[in-house]
């Protein structure tokens, strides 16, 4: 390859980067690398030649081997005496590109668009395209969109700032995000699938100096910011090999290969093209089956699915608001193993046909409760003069806010513990599942009346689904701490962590909106008929889906249904639930009730016919769904969901804060006495390179700007970008919620214990 290449660059003004002498000696010792074009040709004739060319799903030749590319920024202050506007400003200062072992440098936004016009220019020549994997493709694409003629009917958008993919106007160039691909940092990737020689170190750059497109770089952000593109090439290249893919098959996100394992076990794996080679293919007759046993049986209506996803919830993640903001000693934690995978596997309570109306037949309490017992149900109600029954019997209330549908002003009549609901006059609305009404009706008292009512029978997942489930699990426990299988430990448990995300996909999708601005793209809310279009797409037998919402919402509602029982169970000594687990007081007084709450799990499991047991290298058994020792804490305390801290059994400290690193964090904390409402976070300019890259980020988005700045003599030009800068955070709770835990009086509700009953 070395003679190869250097015919190829010959003539061409390349440049030897040797590896830093801080980097470890594993790594590349170096690179070549250019400022100039002229060898571009060469290298994708050679490749066109010598790497051969793929079909793509367009019918036109896709080059099998990707490019990658990156882009370093600066961010501007608004206070920095070049800085003409009141906001800050940003604009690129390096860009590089990876190719055929070769790194092309750009400095300036002209260059890199000459530098991708040289590639659009061979790719027609050959009228084929290539493939572009960027690390997180909506940042680059902020700058790209005023430099690049991209073709605006191509974004795909997941949601709005956060771009998948898209194509330039030439239909030569396809760009795709690597970080989608992959779920993981740049670093984490290449630590994944990389040899030690292409893993991306610490960060080199100091991103907070501000550096022109005219700043003379070192070498050792110049090595730094090529191994960006380089190990990701080879990281892109290292999944294909492992996952057997190419170009062409690779999903574009990391849910594609799990979607792409469960599609296998329930359709087969000779699909090809919307059809398969003879009808008479045991893979056509297995497609057929599943199809009219669970696709077609089950489809479901736009009314029926808008209804699904009003009922549809997360996790249930809150803190007990009698202890809110106490340092509570001697603390256990319990959590389920793998819940979400466990009532995928275990439960007997999924929607298994045809959703049938029933509202006429639930308007008493008998009705409602003879279709629960005895179907999988579905309900949209409005409440009336609602509150807790029992206060202290409930640390959790069960109906959050951002599900009750009312006017405004309606808010105002209730009484609210950190977003759920303790009690309001007012009217609203609420849907939920048959499997949580008795988490209502237990908790709530009130007038109920059911305005929307669907049923149907009841039963298991799919088996193809569950035993595809249970394969993973079992694979992931075995291989766990096995020497040369990380791969596929970490493969397996990819599988399945994300087995549940796969199944509450949206049906119906927003449409990118092209009638405005399209520099400006944005997702509307597609109209009826674009939705009912939707849905009947999604159920057409080319579609090759095999997945129906409806079980991806009961899955998390069982989930909530097991946690609350956990909850019920320890409430007396309850302090906060997370989606799977609870933090208690008093731990041993409840491990003999937790040992028969495991002993029913696994006897009712144990009908399921599907393996939810596996054993670890050591020869352990672990089953899927108990409710398991997770952690001592010698203290623990929380303001809430998503908010706390504690220290562990050696006295290090922990935290939890959405937007703080948890290390960086604990250690700005400093003792877990400061964790309280006020308590500032903050990475200052004295902190180190390290700590200061860690810290979270405020990204400023500019869309429109489009003028030049001089700076010592050089103009400097600002196109559409995103700025960043550090930010702190506060430990805050709202007013309410200070309101509600002041009027609580904790100190005597716990000091007597005839409150318990």
């Not at 801080?22 to 004739?45: A, C, H, N, Q, V």
């Not at 100096?209 to 070498?219: G, K, N, V």
Request: with cysteine; glycine share 6%; net charge neutral.
């Amino acid at each position: 390859m070395d003679s190869i290449l250097v015919a190829i660059n010959k003539g061409v003004r390349m440049m030897y980067l040797k590896k830093p002498d801080i980097l470890p000696d594993s790594r590349l010792s170096g690179f070549y690398y250019t400022y100039s074009f002229d060898s571009i040709e060469k290298k994708i004739d050679y490749l066109v030649n010598n790497d051969g060319l793929l079909l793509n799903k367009k019918g036109k030749a896709l080059l099998s081997t990707p490019i990658t590319f990156d882009i370093e920024t600066s961010s501007m202050p608004e206070n920095d005496p070049h800085n003409p506007k009141e906001y800050m400003l940003g604009f690129p200062y390096l860009y590089q590109l990876y190719l055929l072992d070769t790194v092309f440098f750009c400095r300036t936004r002209t260059q890199c668009y000459m530098l991708f016009s040289e590639i659009e220019r061979v790719m027609l020549k050959h009228n084929i395209q290539v493939v572009c994997y960027v690390h997180n493709l909506s940042f680059e694409y902020q700058f790209l969109k005023s430099i690049l003629n991209i073709d605006f009917t191509k974004v795909f958008l997941i949601k709005n700032r956060k771009v998948a993919k898209f194509e330039l106007n030439s239909d030569t160039i396809i760009f795709r995000d690597s970080y989608l691909l992959s779920n993981m940092s740049l670093a984490k990737f290449c630590e994944n699938y990389n040899s030690e020689e292409y893993q991306k170190d610490k960060e080199l750059i100091d991103y907070e100096i501000i550096r022109y497109p005219w700043s003379e770089l070192s070498d050792e952000i110049l090595y730094y910011s090529g191994m960006d593109v380089i190990t990701l090439y080879h990281a892109v290249m290292s999944i294909m090999t492992k996952e057997g893919d190419n170009l062409k098959t690779i999903p574009m996100t990391n849910t594609g290969y799990v979607r792409r394992a469960y599609k296998k076990a329930c359709l087969g794996s000779t699909y090809n093209g919307g059809s398969y080679r003879a009808k008479s293919d045991a893979k056509f007759r297995q497609k057929k089956t599943y199809r009219q046993k669970y696709m077609d049986k089950e489809k479901i209506t736009l009314e029926q699915y808008n209804l699904l996803l009003k009922a549809f919830r997360g996790g249930n993640t809150h803190a007990n608001r009698y202890k809110v903001g106490r340092i509570i000693s001697n603390v256990t934690s319990y959590d389920f193993a793998s819940s979400y995978p466990a009532v995928m596997i275990c439960s007997d309570q999924f929607p298994s046909g045809r959703l049938m109306e029933c509202t006429n037949s639930v308007q008493t309490p008998d009705g409602i409760e003879y279709y629960v017992k005895n179907y999988w149900c579905i309900f949209e109600a409005v409440f009336e003069d609602v509150q807790l029954r029992d206060n202290i019997k409930t640390p959790v209330p069960y109906i959050p806010k951002s599900k009750m549908i009312c006017s405004s002003s309606a808010y105002s009549t209730g009484i609210f513990d950190n977003g759920r609901l303790i009690s309001q006059k007012d009217s609203f609305e609420f849907s939920f599942l048959g499997c949580e009404y008795y988490i209502i009706k237990n908790q709530y008292a009130g007038k109920m009346k059911i305005t929307k009512a669907y049923y149907t029978t009841k039963g298991y997942l799919p088996d193809e689904i569950r035993n595809e489930c249970s394969r993973w699990y079992v694979k992931k426990t075995e291989l766990k701490g096995i020497e040369g299988s990380e791969y596929e430990y970490m493969k397996s448990k990819n599988r399945v962590n994300a087995s549940f995300g796969m199944m509450v996909e949206k049906i119906v999708k927003d449409i990118s909106d092209f009638s405005g601005n399209l520099n400006e793209l944005t997702l509307r809310t597609p109209t009826e008929e674009e939705a009912k279009n939707q849905i009947e797409s999604y159920y057409n037998v080319r579609s090759g889906k095999f997945l129906n919402y409806q079980w991806g919402v009961t899955v998390t509602a069982l989930a909530r249904v097991r946690l609350q029982e956990l909850i019920d169970l320890t409430y007396k000594d309850f302090i906060y639930a997370d989606t799977d687990s609870v933090k208690i007081e008093n731990g041993e007084k409840y491990k003999e009730l937790l040992e028969n709450y495991n002993k029913q799990w696994i006897e009712y499991a144990e009908n399921c016919n599907v393996s939810f047991k596996a054993y670890t290298k050591k020869g352990d058994l672990q089953i899927l769904g108990i409710a398991d020792f997770d952690g001592f804490y010698k203290r623990f305390t929380t303001l809430g969901a998503k908010k706390y801290a504690y220290e562990d059994e050696n006295d290090q400290l922990h935290i939890t804060i959405a937007g703080v690193p948890k290390k960086l964090g604990a250690k700005l904390l400093g003792k877990i006495e400061n964790f309280k409402v006020g308590m500032h976070f903050m990475v200052g300019a004295d902190g180190t390179l390290e700590e200061r890259q860690a810290w979270k980020k405020r990204l400023l988005y500019n869309d429109t700007d489009n003028f030049d700045i001089t700076i010592d003599g050089k103009i400097l030009h600002i196109g559409t970008y995103i700025a960043m800068e550090r930010t702190s955070y506060e430990l805050s709770i709202t007013d309410e919620y200070e309101e509600l835990i002041s009027s609580l009086k904790n100190d005597e509700i716990y000091e007597k214990d005839d409150i318990w009953g």
